[in-house]
């Protein structure tokens, strides 16, 4: 299957997004209990969340917050909205029915702007409660073969948010770049982790295929059970692969919901239109509308950091002129990873831009994955000294590391810590350095370790001096053996025509 | 008994203990429960450990609250911690709720004594209290006849003599209709008035909890305990009035009663006479009394049986055998849901889930449950209408006296019209109340109905009040 196929030119792929995003509230939709991951299951939760006879939902405000700082990012129409009960009987569902939002969605009309400028529609993104969560016994785990289920209800009632795309992205690798960037707009606004790999975002895929040009839409399929970009990509690629070989050879697509199997690489039917729930929609009569007031979204929308995009564009402005194929995507990776404040303030103290995002994009982004912490000043004194020319580019590396063992601190990377001067962290990666051994290399002694070398072998710097650059390498070796192999050749080479004038 | 007031002083005033209310109250259920079944549920040791509670409290010289020492009958709908709650149906027996409902815990702060849980039909799914799943109470006037319902059992316990004061729910006049087929007031506050947490919803736009008691006074005292907002419960209103009690006996002089047809000509003969004599007792008390048409009253019944169905459809989804009460176990999940709700559930609470989901379904949801919410909104407009030349609203309760149990079993819509005068209010949030006046043709109580705008409860049990005064003595009469 390769992405050859969906760009048959017969061909065009048509696809709409869902994407649900578990908000990051301090509690429940519609309960006080903690919203938390993996706790000890059944350990956060209440009589409300559990569904218990005589409970009664009250709605979270930090949630509506979330939802309208979500559709605030995605230019939706905030508007008065309302609760509806979605019917159906599964053991993860308390109520044996869902409060989500159905007729009158608290955000509606929006659009989420591609990197590449594409932009896709937002029909609507709404509230919602998240289902408990099933684990299936015995029999290796599978649904059909398992011998009983248990069921962990801390996830009941988390709240969720609904983000439904119009139907205008057309290839997988924009289905990709649209969850992609919609992820980072999630974080940004911190209204979700956005881990995927915690289910924190989830996604499903309606896919249709059509002739090229065709007006009207090709029967669709909804692919469930998307848990990575990758799944997401590779599910696409084979549902477009699927449905234009059912077309070729003759064959209907049937509407359908599809189960995306990871291991297996293909999507898998679950049932059929005829077989879809029935759901009863009806209004929720235990909670009433919601109608934020203007005041409250004035101030939502003053609290609202920067969204990805201005991000993006603020780190093009410090490198000045247009970045380069790399540089563009360190400056997608740098914001993604939220680390962007760690380029601006090296570079607002004088850093080179392009070290402070290639550094930030890729040293302090490796650090960062094994979960290690640091203080911007920190990190700004060490990509300040390779500015200088004090460090070589694998030393950067060596000293960062060490800096963050003596130093680092447990806070995220994006916060900036209180009370730590630039001058105390200048001091402090000094000493690193100095302890690493690496202090030879500072500009100054590097050209007294020069001096020294020319001063211990005046015949070749006589040469040297006439024109002879072949006997260049004696000095270069000398240098590399005062300093234990530290030395940067090329800073020596430099050195070398500096004083040879 | 006395009541609740004079109960009350009495233990304030340490002329009598709690306990010692408690225990006579224990002992006249004792005698007789036997034979009524009003009861579920005797609370006898926590009784008279809150009773006890109650007499520590007044012997430190601390206030014990309005309902000092007063037994209460709790229907068994409400949530109490650690004690059965049923709904007098299979799918929960043997089930403890972790927490009590806010009126119980409302009623505690005030010094009430809960005395056990009360009959009631499944779910409040009916008018006869037939349908529980236990075995149905029976009329302590006529042990023959039924009680009414769904809120048979407090009706009954009060008028039984057992407790002065009892809680019910009304969600198309669960309360007010036994309250009239047992000569006991009864009262459906306005929608909001009191909170609904801890209350096994039926049909939650409709559902509110209210009082039972003998005497007017009585009622307007527990209501001012109940009435008050609930942060746990959203439809929950944040109006705060004066305390009605304090309102009762004001009087009628210059009142607008209006006597509505509508709620009065489908009933027996000896029920609406005893309405007309009511109205002439309001009259003389100084009322202006005048007829007023409401036709839009006669749409609710069908309204009410979609909406009450649909929302109970989803109310009741949660009793699949999963986490608490009943489980049949079965092959898979599917399967055991279908087994725990055909063995759990009565034939009742079976039809209007039936219905409910009919009315909700893809296709339908339009000419039904829509179709009833435009019927409601229409009713609530009529009620508007009425209140622009009326200050409120007099009919009758239940359409005839007391009937024979088994009467009406096999036939859901004669036992759905026993509801055609109380659900009109239920559709608009409105609070109204059964007061008893006089007797029927059979020699047994009749409830006449009064029905005030929302929030108005004040005048709706100063009203109430002057219907009492007039009243023929009875019998039964305190």
Known sequence: MSADTEADRDWETVIGLEVHCELATQTKLFCGCPNAFGDEPNTN?????????????????????????????????????????????????????QISQYDEPINANGSLALPDGAVIGVTRAHLEEDTGKLTHVGAGGRINSAHHALVDYNRSGVPLVEIVSEPDIRSAAQARAYASELRGILVATGASDGRMEEGSMRIDANVSVRPAGAGEFGTRCEIKNLNSLRSLGRAIEYEVARQIALIDAGEVVRQETRHWDEAAGRTESMRSKEEANDYRYFPEPDLVPLVPDAAWQGRVKAAMGPLPAERRALLRQALGGSPGEAQVDQIRAVVDLDLDAFVLHAVAAGAQATIALARTANELAAEGEKGRRLARELFTAIVLMETRGEL??????????????????????????????????????????????????????????????????????????????????VFVGAVMKATKGQADGAKVMAELRRLRG | MSSAREVAAAVRSKERSAREVTEAALAAVAGRDGELHAFLEVLGDEALAAADAVDAAIARGEDPGPLAGVPIALKDN?????????????????????????????????????????????????????????????????????????SGGSAAAVAAGFVPLGLGSDTGG????????????????????????????????????????????????????????????????RHSGPPTHDAVAGGVDGVRVGVCPDLIEGCAPDVAARVYEAAEALRAAGAHVEEIRVPEFAYGLSAYYLIAPAEASSNLARYDGV??????????????????????????????????????????????????????????????????????????????????????????????????????????????????????????????????????EALLFRVARAVEAGAPATAWSP
């Not at chain 1, 051994?437 to 006439?466: C, M, Q, T």
């Not at chain 2, 006074?217 to 439809?235: C, G, Y």
């Not at chain 2, 999940?333 to 009919?358: D, P, Q």
């Open chain 1, 45 to 97: 939760v209440c009589p409300v969340c559990l569904g218990l006879p005589g409970s009664l939902p009250v709605i979270n405000a930090q949630a509506v917050e979330l939802a309208m700082r979500i559709g605030t990012a995605l230019h939706c129409e905030i508007l008065p909205s309302s609760f509806a009960r979605k019917n159906y009987f599964y053991p993860d569902q308390a109520k044996d029915y």
């Open chain 1, 392 to 473: 070589s580019a694998t030393q950067f590396k060596a000293v960062l590391s060490a800096t963050i063992e003596n130093e680092g601190v447990t806070i995220p990377m994006s916060a900036a810590i209180e009370g730590q001067s630039s001058m105390t962290a200048e001091l402090t990666v000094v000493e690193v350095v100095r302890r690493l051994g690496f202090e030879a290399l500072g500009a100054d002694s590097l050209a007294n370790v020069v001096a020294e070398v020319i001063a211990a072998h005046p015949d070749e710097w006589k040469r040297y001096v006439e024109g002879d650059d072949k006997v260049s390498g």
């Open chain 2, 78 to 150: 409400l949530c109490t911690r650690g004690i059965p709650t049923t709904c007098a149906s299979k799918i929960l027996e043997g089930w403890r709720p972790p927490y009590d409902a806010t009126v119980v815990e409302l009623l505690r702060a005030a010094g009430a004594i809960a005395l056990g849980k009360t009959n009631m039909d499944e779910f409040a799914m009916g008018s006869s209290t037939e349908n529980s799943a236990f075995g149905p109470t029976r009329n302590p006037h006529c042990t023959e006849r039924v009680p009414g319902g769904s």
């Open chain 2, 174 to 237: 669960s309360i007010r209709q036994p309250a009239a087929l047992c000569g006991v007031v009864g009262m459906k506050p306005t929608y909001g008035r009191v909170s609904r947490y801890g209350l096994v919803a039926f049909a939650s736009s409709l559902d509110q909890v209210g009082p039972f008691a003998a005497n007017v006074e009585d009622a307007a005292l527990l209501f001012d305990v109940l009435a008050h907002h609930d942060p746990r419960d959203t439809t929950s209103l």
């Open chain 2, 323 to 456: 986490r608490y009460g009943l489980r049949v176990e079965a092959d898979d999940a599917a399967a055991m849901n279908t087994a725990t709700r055909t063995a759990g559930f009565g034939a009742e609470v079976k039809r209007r889930i039936m219905l409910g989901t009919y009315a909700l379904s893809a296709g339908y949801y339009d000419a039904y449950y829509a179709q009833a919410q435009r019927v409601r909104t229409m009713v609530v407009e009529a009620f508007g209408r009425a209140y622009a030349s009326v200050d409120v609203l007099l009919g009758a309760t239940a359409p005839t006296t007391a009937f024979a149990l088994g009467d009406k079993v096999d036939d859901p819509m004669a036992m759905y019209m026993n509801d055609v005068c109380t659900i009109p209010s239920n559709l608009a949030g409105h609070p109204a109340l059964s007061v008893p006046f006089g007797a029927g043709a059979d020699g047994l109580p009749v409830g006449v109905q009064v029905l005030a705008p929302a929030l108005e």
